[in-house]
T-cell receptor, first 115, second 115 residues
C-alpha cells in the first residue's frame, strides 16, 4: 500500500501565482486533512473533510480552498500565493473509530516557497 | 479551545542514556487521545506512541514510554537507551475521540542524540 501520497514534493511559486496540491490515499479512509508546518509553531490544521463532497475550515483556512470530489483525493488550492504561505504542507487521513487502529496517517509533505 | 504546549525547544542526550520530553495540554474534554509523533530529517511524520485518556495505565512501545498525568494534564515521553536514529523533532498532539485526525500539535522539541 502506498498510504498517503502528496504531489508535488517541492514547489517554488511567485507571489500571485496559483497552484493545487494533490493528496491521494489508498486506505479507504473517510477523513482527510491538510496541515501546514511552520518553525516554532508545530502543525496547524488548514481544512479537513469528513467524507466525499464535504469540507470544513480548520484553524488557519484563510487564503486556501479545498475540494473532495472523490473519497481518495483531497486537493488544496492557493488562488493567489503570498510569501506568508511559504511552509511545509502535510496531508493526512484517518478512519475515526474506537480501538487500537485509531490514528492519522501522514503524507511525506510538500515544501512550498513563495517568492 | 484545546492547547498543547512543549516548553523544551531543544534537547540533547548521549547515546544509550535516557531522556524525557515534556508536554502539557489544556482541555475540558474527558475523553481524548494523546500522541507523540517523531519527525526525522526525512520530514515524514511517524507515530511513536498513543495514549487514550480513559486508560490509567501508561502506554509503552519498546524503548518509548509515557507518563500520563490526567489531573495535571501532563503527557511526557521517556526514551530509554537512546539511539542515534532517535535524533528528530518530536511533537506532542491532542485529539478528541470523535475525530482522531483533527490534531492539535505542540510546538515541537528537537532532540539530538550524541555519540
Amino acid at each position: 500500500n502506498a498510504g498517503v501520497t502528496q504531489t508535488p514534493k517541492f514547489r517554488v511559486l511567485k507571489t500571485g501565482q496559483s497552484m493545487t496540491l494533490l493528496c491521494a490515499q489508498d486506505m479507504n479512509h473517510e477523513y482527510m486533512y491538510w496541515y501546514r508546518q511552520d518553525p516554532g509553531m508545530g502543525l496547524r490544521l488548514i481544512h479537513y473533510s469528513v467524507g466525499e463532497g464535504t469540507t470544513a475550515k480548520g484553524e488557519v483556512p484563510d487564503g486556501y480552498n479545498v475540494s473532495r470530489l472523490k473519497k481518495q483525493n483531497f486537493l488544496l488550492g492557493l488562488e493567489s500565493a503570498a510569501p506568508s504561505q511559504t511552509s511545509v504542507y502535510f496531508c493526512a487521513s484517518s478512519y475515526p473509530r474506537g480501538g487500537l487502529d485509531t490514528e492519522a496517517f501522514f503524507g511525506q509533505g510538500t515544501r512550498l516557497t513563495v517568492v | 479551545a484545546q492547547t498543547v504546549t512543549q516548553s523544551q525547544p531543544e534537547m540533547s542526550v548521549q547515546e544509550a542514556e535516557t531522556v524525557t520530553l515534556s508536554c502539557t495540554y489544556d482541555t475540558s474534554e474527558n475523553n481524548y487521545y494523546l500522541f507523540w509523533y517523531k519527525q526525522p530529517p526525512s520530514r515524514q511524520m511517524i507515530l511513536v506512541i498513543r495514549q487514550e485518556a480513559y486508560k490509567q495505565q501508561n502506554a509503552t512501545e519498546n524503548r518509548f514510554s509515557v507518563n500520563f498525568q490526567k489531573a495535571a494534564k501532563s503527557f511526557s515521553l521517556k526514551i530509554s537507551d537512546s539511539q542515534l536514529g532517535d535524533t528528530a523533532m518530536y511533537f506532542c498532539a491532542f485529539t478528541k475521540t470523535s475525530n482522531t485526525g483533527k490534531l492539535i500539535f505542540g510546538q515541537g522539541t528537537t532532540l539530538q542524540v550524541k555519540p
